[in-house]
């Protein structure tokens, strides 16, 4: 069983910044794919950027290219959303998600994740 808890939420104005966090519990340090995906208020969830367990491979959805960054801290296991020039557009509920494999053709699809975080949420304020 892998549980994953996020952090880092908030209410922001528009072009602010943010830092969500993803942390595996557990005694033991592990360093799993890691996905972040997003819900909107009334939509679907939606792919934002995912990273593999070494920390070299990422992935980012053409909407938040260039202003979010994933990383990882492999000493915590714990893996970060740096979130800037936030929009309104960005309001969502965001969630981490551990993914077996990931590969360039299956980064983007929620049923390649299978343990999820509850989530935490982002409000942008315009």
């Known amino acids: 069983q892998v549980q994953l808890v996020e952090s880092g939420g908030g209410l922001v104005p528009t072009g602010d910044s943010l830092r969500l966090s993803c942390v595996p519990s557990?005694?033991?340090?592990?360093?799993?794919?890691i996905g972040w995906f997003r819900q909107p208020p009334g939509k679907e969830r939606e792919f934002v950027a995912a990273?593999?367990?070494?920390?070299?491979?990422?992935y980012y959805a053409d909407s938040v290219k260039g202003r979010f960054t994933i990383s990882r801290d492999s000493a915590k296991g714990t893996v970060y959303l740096h979130m800037s020039s936030l929009q309104p557009a960005d309001t969502a509920v965001y969630s981490c998600?551990?993914?077996?494999?990931?590969?360039?053709?299956?980064?983007?699809?929620?049923?390649?994740?299978?343990?999820w975080g509850q989530g935490t949420q982002v409000t942008v304020s315009s």
């Open positions: 990273i593999d367990w070494s920390g070299t491979v990422t």
């Open positions: 557990g005694r033991t340090i592990v360093n799993y794919n």
């Open positions: 998600a551990r993914a077996q494999t990931l590969g360039p053709h299956d980064y983007h699809y929620v049923g390649s994740y299978d343990y």
